[in-house]
């Protein structure tokens, strides 16, 4: 069964950076696209940033610019560089394993613990 474990969140200052990892387990990773989202607090979870299979990226337009989304498909990682974060980051932050139906992207993996990422201002 599909294990995802996210690490690298914290507390920091706005215009600082983190990198947010992902270690997937249990199923082929190179078969599958990944995605990060993201639940500020008292709202909706929300899709920050996906990669194909073939490294191909997309974003949230907020995040344009100044989030990274990448892949290491020999440590079956995925990683979220974040780049001059601002207090309206602030959330907790999941990955997922998915595929994309056209440009669509339907995660179908379970939902892993996330990682809390708190910016100050």
């Known amino acids: 069964q599909v294990q995802l474990v996210e690490s690298g969140g914290g507390l920091v200052q706005a215009g600082e950076s983190l990198t947010l990892s992902c270690e997937i387990s249990?199923?082929?990773?190179?078969?599958?696209?990944a995605g990060w989202y993201r639940q500020p607090p008292g709202r909706q979870r929300e899709l920050v940033a996906t990669i194909s299979r073939g490294g191909t990226t997309e974003y949230l337009d907020s995040v344009k610019g100044r989030f990274t989304i990448s892949r290491d498909n020999a440590k079956n990682m995925v990683y979220l560089l974040m780049n001059s974060l601002k207090p309206e980051d602030t959330a907790a932050y999941y990955c997922?394993?998915?595929?994309?139906?056209?440009?669509?992207?339907?995660?179908?993996?379970?939902w892993g613990q996330g990682t809390q990422v708190t910016v100050s201002s």
């Open positions: 997922t394993q998915g595929t994309f139906i056209g440009r669509d992207y339907y995660p179908n993996s379970r």
């Open positions: 249990g199923r082929i990773f190179t078969d599958y696209a």
